[in-house]
Every structure is written in structure tokens, then in C-alpha cells.
DNA sequence: CTGAAAGCGCTTACAG
DNA sequence: CTGAAAGCGCTTACAG
């Protein structure tokens, strides 16, 4: 009906009007579905409501200048026809989406779920939209989410843990508005959000050496990580400090696969390297070695003292449960965000001044491990 | 720059061609950014291409209709100029912003997880965004993605476990594309993708009682759920197949918490009932089970016989491990979002024609517990 | 095969 | 305080 409308006047007024009859007509006679179809536009409340479409804008978004009385008339019978605006031609108008986009390696990962909650809290808080995706390491996937930022659908992103490398990174940078969340890249001047991975790499490796372990291993993630560096540099600290030699080759890194981390693990034990202690890169592979440990696939004794990051519940529901460095995983998607939101409303402020490392504190919980 | 140009022309063709040549100079002189923001239009490329934007946009489209010729012409310059459309404008003008959303209850479960994965991967696959939001017990989350629906940011909705309620839902089916993943409510027609709940329950209850086991408990969702109604049914008809009598006493409800499930299960036996077997409704569940068995706070044998739904990768780092009823979980978020495509897609057919359950299939695998 | 023009539904500087 | 009008960047029926 409506298109048989459109072909049959050209002209705005005669349109306008044969609209408005359609629309009295439906009141009455057609189902919510049509008739809401037939009315969504701002043009039709200004008619209702005898003003013009600026003013039905102007109170949609609130502007202090409209004769009160003008604007309670617009806004029954904005309620009245149960009218609501159509985003798409607001963005369009202001290009702005009001989107950003957060991407994950993966959701699998309890870690990075909370992580996403907290993304998710602070997009509300600022009434911006969120998209949150995964990668699965698939770069496709991580192109359609660049696209977004391209064609104007998101205006900013934030990359959590090595969801983009490098090259990519820079190339994006002088373009979009980008924050990185625990995982930053040295030489690159961007802002990112994390904790002292140092810091919580010494503090894990001293709990170790004070429970009197002095072969301590190291199952890291990806070993060119910036978090995974970091905590290694702590780990060595915390060592010489003991006095306890360095031994590259009890250090390891696994994905959060069994497979993996059983290998990462059997492969220093193989090289006849004795292992009283253990730091993994995260709750998930504790997990593993606490498996292959019961099913003897991972030559360790039962009770080896062992300290994961992240801090997920999966340290609670093993057996023995797991020594944790909790990680403030929401506060880390939250303040990520927020950061973001900052950068693209702010977008006088000059880019310098506010890049740069974000930390935000983490602590250790003493489980059974 | 843009902002002064605007306000010195009031004539269009005087604009376009202060533009065409701020262009041209900035190709020298400005950096990428600068020079992005000032040639991002499609009318930028029809001037370079000498062309119209009509054919630019039929180049775009892929319309078969333009010369070969004239599209690589067109396409060269679209290269040349890093040109980009503006999916705002597209999607206004289209009325469309093929996207679709999925909510779900949260995504601490891994089990929401995998099928959100399967959702993200069919909205790839049709080309379509898709955004998966989490409600976290908040009406007001569930509302604001309601809300994209109702302001044409969404196309569609798919409604994960029971993330929506009987009445919403509703209210929303004769209004918008709705498709329910894992729940569907008795006497609404719509379209639910879920396992045969009840079959599963049985086999479930089979298997233990196979087992010798007949004080089986069952640790449910929320009653009301048509998933637990389904499975508690085939629990009922396999006791009665196998002679034992039936105890509405033996199941309990409990939220995915530990606290939750350790009352549920203390509660059973606290009013005297033996447990010899239990059936769980998460795998999350189960293994707070194990953990209060462990810890002595639940008052159950180390080696009960358990079952839990889902089939998540929990279920293998417990000690023991969990036996489990696994449910295609990315099927189910793939099958779902492609319902929901279909739906979106194909306007024209009868909406009442596809509606109903699809029932995908689950299997059980046999761990320790 | 291509172009001119209308229009998607909003916002906003400008004029009154 | 309000309205008329231009414009955001596309698509598409229509004419040629």
C-alpha cells in the first residue's frame, strides 16, 4: 500500500496528505504491526501535534528551549502514537553510531567473560552501544570488525589481550580511536588498561620460593606477550633476589589446550629438569596440569604448590582448588571502555596526554594449591 | 577546514567544487586522517571517476547492469581513494541495518558461550552483525536491546534460555522477528531451536538406574523453564518404567551458585530422603556438587552417581569428571540466528508456516561421576 | 548502459 | 520560542 501510495503522487504535498489520510484510516482499521509502519516518522507527530519537525527534535532530545507547554503537547502524542525515533537516520544525521566495538581471542575463557561484563556495564553507563566479538583466531572475523570502524558503524574499539598484532595496530592507530586491554605493545603509544604484570609475576614466584620451592616453572602464553614478559621479568626478579639460578628452560609456553600445557609441562620434566613449584598464565591451564596430574599424564606429585593468574571461578570448582592472582577482570573491561568513551568525546583533547598505561591493582588468593 | 568551507558557499555546485579542490591540495599536504574525513563520499568518487554517484553505487552493488568498462574505471578509483561506504547513509536509505541480537541470561557459563560462538558464526555466514548482550538479571539491559529493535537499530532478536518472559514476549512477537534458543513457552507459536529435553531427561535417569541407583535426585533450573518440565517428564517416565516411585520431594531448584546448590541438595536429604544418584541441570552445577562433597559440606559419597546437562568443557577439569548429556550448543546459537536470518530474509512467506520447535540431537558421555 | 532527482528520517544553523 | 530548509551519504525508479 505504501509503495502503491508512492507511485501515485510526486508531489510532497499531495504525498504528505494522501499519508495522512492512509494513517487516520488505519487507526482504526489495521493491526499495530501496519499501522506502525505507516506513522513511525517525526513528520507525523509534528502533524499531530500542530508544530513543525524541528520542535517534535527539539524535544526529543531535550532542548531547554521549547515552550514548556509546547513541549508536553508533543510529548502526548509522542506517547499517544507510541512513536520512536529511528536511530538509523539520527546516526546518519550526526554520523555518529554511537557503537564501539570490543574483540576477544576467544569466549571460551571464563577470563574473558568478565572481562566483557564489565565492557558491557560501562557502554550502558555512557549510553553507548557495545558490540563484543571474538575472534577465534580467525583474522576474517577480525576484519569484519575493523570494517565497522571503517564504515562508520563503530566508532572506536578496544582490543583485549593479543587480538591484534603489531602491524595492524599501527596502521589503525593515526585513524581510530583504539584502547588496548592487557596487552600492550612496547614502542606503541596507545592506551591500555592492565595490571602489573611484573609485579604479580614477582609476587607469585616469591609465595612459591617462601613455601620453599626453588624449581619453579613457568607455563606462559604466547612467550612475545607484553604480560607474559613482564611477569617473567618479575619471575627472575624474585629469583635472583632468593638467590635461586635462572633457568630458561623450566619457562614454557602452552595455549589453553590440554594438549598443550601437558606437553609444555612434560617437556621441561623431560629435559631432566626437577619441578617442586609452578606459575601458569592462567586458571585454565592450572586446571589441565591439575588433570594430567590425577590422570598421570603429568609426571608431578599431587600436592605440587602452584599459582595461576586470572583469578576465574574455575580455581574454585577443581580439585585441589587453585592459588590465584586475581586479576580485577570487570574492573579491566570497564575502565577500558570508559577510556575509550573519553577519547571520542573528548576528541579537542589533545591524543598525547592521555595515552599511556592504565594499572589497576590485583591480589593473590591462597587456595589449596 | 570543513566547518569554514560550509559556511562560504551556500551554492551546492560552488561547495562540490571548493571541496574537489581542497582535496586535491590535501593529497599533498595533509596526513591520512585529514584527507580521509575529506573524500569519503561517494560523490567524491562518481567526480574522480567522472562518473554519477548512481553508477558508483551500481558498481558497489555489484549491479550486472554497468559497462565493464566503466566498473573498472570506477573500481580503480574507489582502490586509489581508500574509498569506503558509509553504512550509516545504507542503512538508512535501506531501512535496514542488518543486524540482529541475541541475548543472553550471562556468559559466566561457558555453556552461553559456545552458543553465542555458533550464533557470531551464522550472522557471518548471512553477512549480517549481530550483537550478543548479556542481561545479567537487569530488566533494564534486556530493555535496552529491546529498544534497538524498536528504534530499527536491530532487525531481529533471538531469546537465549529464559533471558525473556512469557508476557514480552508476547507483546513483541507480532511486532518483531523473534526466534527462542534453548526455552519456548507453552501456547506461544514461536519459533524455538532446543534438544527433545524430555528424551534427554529419560535417558539420563535411565542411565542411573541402569547403574543401580533408585534415590535419584534432580538438581533443576528455574521450575517453571519448559527445559525443566520436559526433562523432569522423562525422569518421571523412566522411574516409572523401572518401577521406583516417584518423590516431587526429590527435586529441588537451585540457581548456578554454589550456595544455591549445596541448600538445594542439603535440603533433599535433610528431609530424610537417601540420594544414591543425582541428575544436575548444568554442568556448573554438578561441579559445585563435587566441590561440597569434597569440602565436607555437602553430606554425599565421594563416588554418587551424577549426570548434568550441557556438556561444556567444565565437565572435564573436575576431579572426577563429570558424565554429562551434551547438547550441540554452537548448533544451537548457528540454528537460531539462521532461523532468525530466514525469518528476515524471506518477508514474504507465511510467518506461521515455519514456526515451531526444532529439536537438534544430544549425546551423553560417561565420565567418572 | 547511465544520469538526474527524489527520498530514507532525522538535526541544526538561520531567520523571524 | 518556532519553522523552513538544507543536508547527512546513500539507493533506485524513471527517463533517455
Redesign the interface.
Known amino acids: 500500500m505504501w509503495y502503491l501510495l508512492y507511485i501515485a503522487s510526486f508531489c510532497n504535498r499531495l504525498h504528505s496528505e494522501l499519508l495522512a489520510a492512509a494513517s487516520s484510516f488505519t487507526a482504526i482499521t489495521l493491526?499495530?504491526?501496519e499501522d506502525?509502519s505507516a506513522m513511525s516518522s517525526i513528520k507525523e507527530v509534528a502533524k499531530q501535534a500542530n508544530v513543525s519537525v524541528a520542535t517534535v527534535s527539539r524535544v526529543l532530545n531535550n532542548d531547554p528551549v521549547v515552550k514548556p507547554a509546547t513541549k508536553n503537547k508533543v510529548l502526548r502524542v509522542i506517547k499517544e502514537m507510541n512513536y520512536?525515533?529511528?536511530?538509523?537516520?539520527k546516526?546518519?544525521r550526526k554520523?555518529a553510531?554511537r557503537t564501539i566495538v570490543m574483540v576477544l581471542p576467544?569466549?571460551?575463557n571464563?577470563y574473558f567473560?568478565?572481562i566483557?561484563?564489565g565492557a558491557?556495564a560501562a557502554a550502558?553507563d555512557n549510553a553507548y552501544?557495545i558490540?563484543?566479538?571474538?575472534i577465534?583466531s580467525k583474522r576474517w572475523?577480525l576484519d569484519?570488525y575493523i570494517?565497522?570502524l571503517?564504515?562508520?558503524?563503530a566508532e572506536g574499539i578496544v582490543f583485549v589481550s593479543s587480538s591484534v598484532n603489531k602491524e595492524l595496530l599501527e596502521e589503525l592507530m593515526?585513524?581510530y580511536k583504539i584502547v588496548l586491554c592487557t596487552e600492550y605493545y612496547p614502542g606503541i603509544n596507545a592506551t591500555c588498561v592492565a595490571i602489573d604484570n611484573k609485579r604479580a609475576g614477582y609476587e607469585a614466584t616469591k609465595e612459591l620460593i617462601r613455601r620453599g620451592c626453588s624449581h619453579i616453572a613457568y607455563i606462559t602464553g604466547n612467550r612475545e606477550s607484553s604480560s607474559v614478559t613482564a611477569r617473567i621479568e618479575g619471575y627472575k626478579e624474585a629469583l635472583k633476589e632468593a638467590g635461586i639460578p635462572y633457568r630458561p628452560d623450566r619457562i614454557a609456553g602452552a595455549k589453553n589446550r590440554?594438549d598443550h600445557v601437558k606437553e609444555a609441562v612434560n617437556g621441561i620434566i623431560g629435559q631432566g629438569l626437577p619441578i617442586d613449584g609452578i606459575i601458569t598464565h592462567s586458571d585454565?591451564q592450572a586446571?589441565?596440569i591439575?588433570?594430567g596430574i590425577?590422570e598421570k599424564s603429568i609426571a608431578l606429585p599431587e600436592r605440587v604448590g602452584m599459582i595461576s593468574f586470572d583469578g576465574t571461578?574455575?580455581a574454585?570448582?577443581?580439585?585441589p582448588t587453585i592459588t590465584t592472582i586475581v586479576q580485577p577482570l570487570y574492573d579491566l573491561g570497564y575502565t577500558s571502555v570508559h577510556k575509550l568513551i573519553l577519547k571520542l568525546v573528548n576528541e579537542s583533547a589533545e591524543a598525547g596526554e592521555e595515552e599511556g598505561l592504565v594499572l589497576l591493582p590485583h591480589h593473590m588468593v591462597i587456595r589449596e594449591t
Chains 1, 2 share one sequence.
Open positions: 493491526s499495530a504491526k506502525r520512536k525515533p529511528n536511530m538509523l537516520a546516526n546518519l554520523q553510531s576467544s569466549m571460551s571464563p567473560s568478565e566483557a561484563r558491557q550502558y552501544n558490540i563484543i566479538g571474538t577465534e572475523i569484519t570494517n565497522m571503517k564504515t562508520n558503524l593515526d585513524e590440554f585454565l586446571s589441565y591439575l588433570k590425577k571461578f574455575l574454585e570448582i577443581t580439585n
